[in-house]
């Protein structure tokens, strides 16, 4: 029996889809698949050996208008394409990790051909988030991409957030890319055993220090072929 898998839905998880199977082949990704409950478990899932890698693809065009607080536009942005996505990987990852059946289709009739071992499976969480850049370049003529800086620290922040810098728990690492740069991580990439290698240093590293700062997944990357 063939199997028969989505293509994406939007245009921006087409996009992933699309960039997905050339890294990872079409053997190992797999688009829009749902839990139990008829539910959309995660815009695309990649199963390889002992690792599982969940996507999470979000668009919302981020306001630039001079008459509207940035902080307050930002802060509106984030709650909707990372805060939100963030607690969903969280719960997918809970889902896989309880052995729950996952399915090809809404209707629930085709099981997900690859079986994982929930007992030695190695989780990646990772949202592609649109939508900042315009407001990013506008913001600082020094961000010459409009990409997103990330900073990975366990301190809990009492102030309201920076805008164009994202917060991760270092305890509990999520990987964000945004439009720029998550084309440019599978093009250099390009193989399940470089991404696997590439998220892996990146975890241990946050592991290894206080609070580890990028300007964009692209100077990270940078760093790590420097070293």
């Known amino acids: 029996m063939p199997i028969l898998k989505s293509k994406g839905i939007t245009e921006t998880e087409k996009i992933l889809s699309s960039l997905c199977d050339r890294s990872f082949l079409k053997l190992w990704s797999y688009p829009n698949l749902f839990k139990e ?3 959309e478990l995660c815009d695309l899932l990649v199963v390889f050996e002992s690792h599982v890698f969940i996507f999470f693809d979000r668009k919302s065009l981020l306001s630039d208008k001079i008459d509207k607080d940035p902080n307050v536009n930002w802060n509106r942005w984030k709650r909707k394409v990372i805060d939100s996505q963030i607690r969903t990987a969280n719960g997918a990852e809970q889902y896989i990790k309880d052995n729950r059946k996952i399915f090809l289709d809404a209707g629930l009739t085709q099981p997900f051909p690859i079986p994982i071992n929930s007992s030695s499976v190695k989780i ?5 988030a649109h939508g900042a ?9 020094k961000n010459i991409y409009g990409s997103l800086a990330i900073s990975y620290s366990s301190k809990q922040k009492q102030s309201p957030d920076f805008p164009f810098m994202i917060d991760v728990d270092k305890n509990n690492p999520v990987h964000i890319f945004d439009s720029h740069n998550f084309s440019i991580i599978l093009s250099e990439l390009d193989t399940i055993f470089d991404f696997t290698s590439y998220l892996n240093a990146k975890i241990e590293a946050i592991q290894k220090y206080d609070f580890l700062d990028c300007c964009g997944e692209e100077d990270l990357l940078a760093n790590y072929f420097l070293n």
Do not use: T, V
């Not at 990646?124 to 592609?128: D, L, P, R, T, V």
């Open 133 to 141: 850049k315009e407001a990013c370049l506008k913001n600082s003529d």
């Open 124 to 128: 990646h969480k990772i949202i592609i």
């Open 37 to 39: 409950d008829r539910k």
